[in-house]
């Protein structure tokens, strides 16, 4: 979920220091249709309780929905997954004095994502996770969230910000199948041996980029060649482009279905869609009509390429349309400010996405995600 930040905190997920080569493992659940989201199960407190927490590899920060000891939770879903996390107030809200001056006792953050916002004080409390000691963390409470009204119910309980992973542990891989469920790995670990394809990570203290790209269709560039940064975001469910791209990218696409059978109309979630002579399955029953696209990422004196076919860039809805799963990011004022090629899940499905905050690269390579013996997440913090 991208984010523009009010009030940095570089880091509200701290876990404390255990053995570099033990792990800690969740399961990955969700998809990007209908769901919008693959989250962890994190356990906290004492006694522990679950909590459903969106993995967002472009937010730094860490929050729950939380009922607040002084404000309660003004602003949270009415039916979230779980109850709301409820701190003690002399224990659970410990203040830092670097967060805030005025007040000792309070580390107050606000928080904007592109379809809302999060405001709260900083907490610390346990993570339980099996087979490994306890630890204490810290994370924002959220005592008001804000969203647009038409929003479905929420189905996890707040935001997993790995971007605060940036300065402190070695590698993030993630794993988000087509079909569902994923993997997610935070630690040390052998990657694949081949096909990796690897570029520089670009500095940033806030978000995963592997520097400029520029967008092709069907091998053939974007008019006027635009370069924009690209960012890695996998708390976005579809991919955003600048207004430039995305027109022009809906024109070729149109031109490539000119003598297709396939009929443009708006869909429930995504305004440009298609419908079939008969509704479609899943994307594999329409795949075939459209065009592969590519990113072309350029890093120093070379250039990668990040592959993009059609099951990358649309999605089937209930009702059988196939959707163009690429927003325009000048329709939202926060995707306007940044300026990004946002590289969503959608776009990340099937996708094994390597994060190596040590050596400051990014790698990615094609992999069939649903038969992968082990859905899990492993985080494993070096601090």
């Not at 993995?55 to 003004?74: A, Q, R």
Request: proline share 8%; glycine share 6%; net charge negative.
């Amino acid at each position: 979920m991208a984010a523009m930040w009010s009030l940095i905190i570089s880091l509200l997920l701290l876990l404390l220091p255990i053995a570099p080569s033990s792990s800690i493992k969740f399961p990955l659940e969700g998809n990007v249709y209908p769901v919008s989201h693959f989250y962890a199960t994190l356990n906290i407190g004492e006694p522990a309780k679950p909590y459903f927490l969106d993995v967002d590899t472009g937010s730094n920060l860490t929050w729950l929905e939380c009922d607040h000891p002084v404000h309660g939770c003004k602003g949270c879903h009415l039916r979230p997954p779980h109850p709301y996390y409820k701190p003690a107030a002399d224990k659970d809200i410990p203040g830092i004095p670097e967060c805030s001056r005025k007040d000792p006792h309070r580390c107050h953050y606000e928080i904007k994502y592109v379809t809302g916002k999060s405001e709260g004080d900083l907490a610390t409390d346990i993570i339980s996770v099996i087979g490994k000691d306890k630890k204490n963390i810290a994370f924002g409470c959220g005592y008001n969230q804000e969203e647009p009204a038409d929003a479905p119910p929420s189905s996890v309980d707040g935001i997993l910000g790995l971007a605060s992973f940036i300065e402190v542990t070695h590698q993030i891989k993630s794993l988000f199948s087509s079909k569902g469920k994923g993997v997610l790995y935070v630690g040390d670990f052998n990657p694949p041996s081949r096909g990796v394809t690897w570029v520089p990570m670009r500095e940033s203290l806030f978000y995963y980029s592997p520097g400029l790209a520029e967008l092709f269709i069907d091998k053939q560039p974007i008019r006027g060649n635009p370069t924009f940064e690209a960012v890695f975001d996998s708390g976005t469910t579809y991919t955003f482009v600048p207004a430039q791209i995305y027109n022009e990218l809906v024109s070729k696409v149109r031109g490539t279905l000119s003598e297709s059978s396939l009929v443009e109309v708006k869909g429930r979630a995504l305004p440009l869609c298609w419908k079939g002579k008969r509704p479609f399955r899943s994307v594999n029953d329409v795949k075939n009509q459209f065009k592969a696209l590519s990113l072309k990422i350029t890093h120093a004196s070379s250039t990668s390429n990040l592959d993009i076919p059609p099951q990358n860039y649309l999605i089937v809805e209930e009702d059988g349309k196939t959707c163009l799963a690429i927003r325009d990011a000048s329709s939202d004022p926060v995707m306007k400010e940044l300026n990004f090629i946002l590289i969503g899940a959608v776009t990340m499905q099937d996708l094994f996405v390597i994060y190596n905050n040590e050596s400051k690269q990014l790698g990615w390579v094609r992999a069939q995600c649903d038969k992968a013996q082990e859905l899990e997440s492993v985080i494993d913090s070096r601090l």
